[in-house]
């Protein structure tokens, strides 16, 4: 059973930054692609970003690009998220997934691990 735990989570005031960590509990991380997702009260749960296998490739909503980076440590068994310029419209439950297939990274279907989430709030 593959263990995903999410830490880094908390309060921040609108324009502030905040690193999100995703540790894996298998030895086999660097075979898989990684994404994190976010889910606000009410709303469906949203891609945010994506990481390929050993980081050549990534991939970001619009709503985040030029604000997030997404990175990995594979000796770590690792994923990051760099969260800059942060909105109040960024609020939500943020979640590391793994994705188990060559399908599009956007999708939650083609995720099948997921951690328990970390919750951020941004206050304007």
């Known amino acids: 059973q593959v263990q995903l735990v999410e830490s880094g989570g908390g309060l921040v005031q609108a324009g502030g930054s905040l690193r999100l960590s995703c540790a894996a509990s298998?030895?086999?991380?660097?075979?898989?692609?990684m994404g994190w997702f976010r889910q606000a009260p009410g709303k469906e749960r949203e891609f945010v970003a994506a990481i390929s296998l050993y980081g050549s490739n990534t991939y970001y909503a619009d709503s985040v690009k030029g604000r997030f980076t997404i990175s990995r440590d594979n000796a770590k068994n690792t994923v990051y998220l760099q969260m800059n310029s942060l909105r109040p419209e960024d609020t939500a439950v943020y979640y590391c997934?793994?994705?188990?297939?060559?399908?599009?990274?956007?999708?939650?279907?083609?995720?099948?691990?997921w951690g328990q989430g970390t919750q951020v709030t941004v206050s304007s």
């Open positions: 997934a793994r994705k188990y297939n060559s399908s599009s990274y956007y999708y939650t279907g083609n995720y099948d691990y």
């Open positions: 298998e030895r086999t991380f660097s075979m898989y692609a």
